[in-house]
């Protein structure tokens, strides 16, 4: 197996997955930019895209009568695409901009030291121009919605921005993480209404919830390294008592999800897609063992099942309301 000093010595950050596309089919020199916008690692923009797209299909199926065509009833594809595409291109960023500010910090963590910067792959002034670049395609997708979403998704550079620095302040970054990773359940609904009304927003403090949960598992990873460079977490803040957190955690966002599609009025068979993704989660729950990380890393990559399960069901319901008059 490869060592962590082998990867670093090959241009590859210590935990970067064997044979992924990046260091198959990029050129060598690009790859400590796929590092710092972590395209070899794709769960990240798939986390930061869920929120968007249950925003989107929640709002598609929205107050809708049987009988409606079912075109009306899924979120436009459009859409769709663009959310995709600037998951992708502000996850990238804000990781960029995290690098940049960790760099200190990363370079005191066994996991983190080899990643481009503090390894020396890229200078600052590299991997800056590379984050502004990845903001102004940020920016591209974003214009291309109504000007209330437009609006709406600058705001979220100031949760962005302050992100970083909370692990060195407080116990909570991962409040502050779900704040910003759970702003496209705002988005969604904006995009389609050109406002903010209460599903939109009991979507998006459920999905904080989430988001809280499955990055305490992350955050158990380095919770030794953690303790050692005076990092924060809620994983050294939960200690022993992580699993009756989660329990809570998740609990709540179910509840906030359950109540933002009552008040959206979705059709009952997207709640199907809320009670699968329950299972998921409760079985994160019973299998996690916070003393191994490489299990931990696994538990925190299957969360993006709840985000299927969750879009999955919506979408159903959309079908269901089409189809409600034939049955």
Not at 212 to 240: M, N, P, W
Not at 289 to 301: E, G, V, W, Y
Request: aromatic share 12%; proline share 6%; glycine share 8%.
């Amino acid at each position: 197996m490869e060592t962590i000093q082998s990867k670093a010595a090959r241009g590859r950050v210590a935990d970067a997955p064997s044979g992924h596309w990046v260091y198959r089919l990029l050129p060598r020199w690009l790859w400590p930019y796929a590092q710092l916008a972590r395209w070899d690692r794709p769960i990240g923009w798939w986390l930061l895209l869920w929120p968007c797209w249950w925003s989107a299909a929640l709002a598609a199926v929205a107050f809708a009568r049987p009988g409606e065509p079912l075109s009306t009833l899924l979120p436009p594809p459009g859409h769709i695409a663009l959310f995709l595409l600037g998951a992708v291109s502000m996850r990238g960023a804000g990781c960029t901009y995290n690098d940049l500010v960790d760099e200190d910090i990363d370079s005191k963590v066994e996991r983190t030291r080899s990643r481009p910067l503090p390894s020396g792959q890229v200078t600052r002034r590299q991997a800056w121009t590379f984050l502004v670049l990845q903001a102004l395609l940020g920016l591209a997708v974003l214009l291309q919605f109504n000007d209330f979403a437009v609006l709406l998704g600058i705001a979220s550079l100031a949760v962005v921005a302050i992100y970083p620095f909370m692990k060195r302040i407080t116990n909570w970054p991962q409040f502050v993480l779900g704040l910003a990773f759970s702003w496209g359940a705002l988005m969604g609904w904006a995009a389609a209404f050109a406002d903010i009304d209460a599903p939109a927003v009991l979507l998006y403090c459920g999905s904080i919830l989430w988001v809280i949960g499955y990055d305490t598992i992350y955050a158990h990873q380095d919770k030794e390294d953690d303790a050692i460079v005076g990092v924060r977490s809620t994983a050294r803040l939960f200690g022993a008592n992580t699993k009756s957190w989660l329990a809570g955690l998740y609990g709540g966002a179910l509840m906030l999800f359950a109540l933002a599609f009552a008040a959206a009025e979705a059709p009952l068979p997207a709640l199907a897609g809320l009670v699968a993704a329950g299972a998921h989660m409760a079985r994160q729950i019973a299998a996690l063992d916070i003393d191994d990380p490489d299990q931990c890393l696994r538990l925190f990559k299957s969360n993006s099942v709840v985000g299927w399960l969750i879009f999955a069901g919506l979408l159903g319901g959309g079908v269901w309301q089409a189809l409600k008059p034939l049955v």
